[in-house]
């Protein structure tokens, strides 16, 4: 029988946890890396402000304190009166590096270019889910993350050798040039600061909840919701805020040892910063905070196996019951990688029942 080289591997290291204590959020944020200060004092710059059906749609911008401003949109209902529930919604990544907002967020008739109208289709029902969570009464704000939409690098920016490799540097390669990137270069380059992809986006990502919690339209607690890898963000955040009021993640939760070994090369590195297998699985994340959480399964996604979203499942359950059964709550659908309306509609109206 032939041997398969990374089974036996794996094998070889006893892959998986190495200790029975339980994962802690000190020992996530030191898993997570070196990442810049959070900045005292953040200046949010407010420009357009623009009607879209029967939503408000202004665009901000901030900076993190290192690399181009943030872009931002800030969503509130047209006719509405003081502050609001607020929500911070993060977009999906889908190898698409050059938008980020845009994809959850509409501003106009007409935004996303053709060519990337399919994550619309093919991942949110072929709307705006952001414009959506905005009509039921709250303030939303989605933001750029690192490395996407104004946050991003340009052609210019990607190595030689990885041009070399995909054999062109044409604009219209810099989307699958820019994954190259990611993967064979940036993370080498984070390693050497002792940082990681998933630090770097929590960064971001918590530097716009500052900007949230300070934004004259948003009154209390924070609630945080995202795709696959906003999912993902979204479990984080979970864990190093425990001031969120509730988060909800879709197609964004497995055990890691599912993902061995052919659904470890559909994930981008910030699904595996290092050394965080050796302290606790996956879903172990999503148990570090009390904040209420809904985590929405895709049960026929194609980036995951059944068996590994069912024992994640399993897990959170346990955990759950035997603290506060009513912090979890786990649902599956049957659909591949994606929001469908009916899943947004379920994760909104659960939103809405903890403001």
Request: aromatic share 10%; with cysteine; charged share 20%.
């Amino acid at each position: 029988m032939e041997v398969n080289a990374l089974e036996s591997l794996a094998s070889a290291l006893t892959f998986g946890k190495k200790g029975s204590a339980p994962l802690t959020r000190e020992r996530l944020v030191a898993v997570l890396g070196a990442v810049p200060a959070i900045p005292e004092n953040i200046v949010v710059n407010r420009g357009q402000v623009s009607e879209f059906d029967g939503i408000t749609v202004t665009s901000l911008s901030w900076n993190v304190g290192w690399g181009a401003p943030t872009q931002a949109f800030l969503l509130t209902p047209s006719q509405a009166e003081g502050p609001l529930p607020g929500a911070l919604y993060l977009h999906s990544h889908d190898d698409l590096k050059e938008f980020g907002k845009e994809k959850v967020a509409q501003r106009g008739a007409q935004q996303l270019p053709e060519r990337a109208q399919w994550v619309r289709r093919d991942h949110y029902g072929n709307r705006a889910p952001a414009n959506e969570l905005a009509k039921r009464g709250f303030a939303v704000l989605v933001h750029d993350c690192f490395p996407w939409g104004s946050r991003g690098f340009g052609l210019e920016e990607i190595p030689p050798r990885i041009k070399e490799i995909h054999g062109s540097a044409r604009p219209e390669d810099f989307e699958n040039l820019s994954v190259m990137f990611e993967s064979l270069s940036l993370n080498k380059y984070l390693s050497l600061f002792g940082a990681t992809m998933a630090g770097i986006l929590n960064h971001d990502d918590r530097v716009a909840l500052e900007v949230a919690k300070q934004l004259p339209e948003i009154a209390g607690p924070i609630s945080v919701i995202g795709l696959s890898g906003g999912g993902c963000r979204a479990l984080v955040l979970h864990a190093t805020n425990p001031e969120l009021r509730a988060v909800v993640s879709t197609g964004a939760m497995a055990t890691y040892g599912s993902m061995l070994h052919e659904h470890i090369a559909p994930h981008s590195w910030m699904f595996f910063p290092f050394n965080l297998a050796s302290a606790g699985e996956w879903p172990e994340v999503a148990m570090i905070s009390k904040t209420p959480l809904f985590v929405q399964y895709c049960g026929e996604d194609q980036l995951f196996t059944k068996e590994g979203m069912a024992d994640a499942h399993n897990m959170l359950s346990t955990h759950y019951a035997s603290v506060n059964q009513g912090l979890y709550k786990g649902e599956f659908y049957p659909v591949q990688h994606s929001f469908t309306v009916a899943m947004q509609k379920q994760a909104f109206d659960w939103i809405e029942s903890h403001v």
